[in-house]
C-alpha cells in the first residue's frame, strides 16, 4: 500500500516536473492553438470527474469528485473562451458579427 502511494506520488511529480519544461519551451504564438487542443483532453477529465463523482463510495470521494468536476468545468469553459477569443482575433476588420 505504502509503495503504491510513493509511486503515484513520484509519477505525478516527475508529470509536473516534465509538463513545466514542455509549456516553458513554447513559443507564446503557440499557447493558444495549444491551449484550444487541450480542451479535449479537459473534456477527458470532466468525463473522468462525473463517473468519480457518481461511483463515490464515502462521502470523501463524493466530495472530491464534485472538487474534480467543477475544476475541469471552469478548465473547459476558460479554454473555450480563449480560443473564441484566438478566433475573433483572425475575422477581418469589417465584420462585427
Known sequence: MEGDFLLVIT???LAMFTGFELITKVPPTLH???MSGSNAISGIAMIGALLAAGHAQSGLTS???VIAVALATVNVVGGFMVTDRMLKMFRSRGTDA
Open 11 to 13: 509519477v505525478f511529480v
Open 32 to 34: 493558444t492553438p495549444l
Open 63 to 65: 466530495i472530491l469528485g
